[in-house]
């Protein structure tokens, strides 16, 4: 890992807040041709209750971050992404591993997300991760009209009891 002998142990990750943005944005503008914009993560971080955005921190300084909607047994992520400076270093498998966990206690039980055809890379970690191809959105993303690949994970694990899950629901 770029700090020397820190590893994916020492990654925390936190609810993202508002004070989180600039980063945020900073990592975005160097993941995506066609970034989100502030106020699309504003709108997220405040105006969308089925959302749940986490950064993932070493030390103080925020390397990635990903979002997801829960909306009943369905989790969606919605965006994921590492600094490209500490990328191949187990952040985003690390990320998605803990929505798993996380969409779980929010009663979710399986996950979905769509990705570029063209985005290998990213193909290759949600199958890692146990994702499968399961359609083609076309044209889906209108700045090049690019086709999506959907992908799902059907098991996210056994759920929370129900005394649990709504504790966290709240
Ligand atoms: C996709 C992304 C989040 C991966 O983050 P990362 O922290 O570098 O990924 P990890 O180190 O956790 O890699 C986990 C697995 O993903 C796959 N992977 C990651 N980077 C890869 C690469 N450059 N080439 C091929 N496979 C890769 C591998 O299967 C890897 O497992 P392995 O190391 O055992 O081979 C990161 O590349 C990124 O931010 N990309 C730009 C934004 C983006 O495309 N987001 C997804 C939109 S759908």
Redesign the pocket.
């Known amino acids: 890992m770029k700090s020397g002998s820190s590893s994916v142990r020492d990654i925390k990750i936190e609810p993202m807040t508002l004070k989180d943005l600039d980063r945020v944005l900073e990592i975005e503008s160097r993941?995506?041709g066609n970034p989100w914009s502030r106020g699309a993560f504003v709108c997220e971080l405040t105006d969308n209750t089925y959302a749940h955005y986490y950064v993932a921190k070493l030390d103080d300084l925020i390397v990635?971050y990903v979002g997801m909607w829960v909306i009943l047994e369905e989790a969606h992520i919605t965006n994921?992404?590492?600094d490209p400076d500490?990328?191949?270093?187990?952040?985003?498998?690390?990320m998605l591993e803990t929505m798993f966990e996380k969409a779980r206690e929010f009663g979710a039980t399986r996950m979905t997300?769509?990705?570029?055809v063209s985005?290998?890379?990213?193909q290759?970690?949600y199958k890692?991760l146990g994702f499968a191809e399961r359609g083609i959105r076309k044209g889906y993303y209108t700045d090049t009209n690019e086709d999506a690949i959907i992908m799902w994970k059907d098991d996210l694990g056994p759920q929370k009891p129900e005394a649990e899950r709504i504790k966290w629901m709240v």
């Open positions: 993941s995506y990635g994921i992404a590492v500490y990328r191949r270093m187990g952040i985003g498998q690390h997300l769509e990705v570029r985005n290998v890379t990213a290759n970690l890692k």
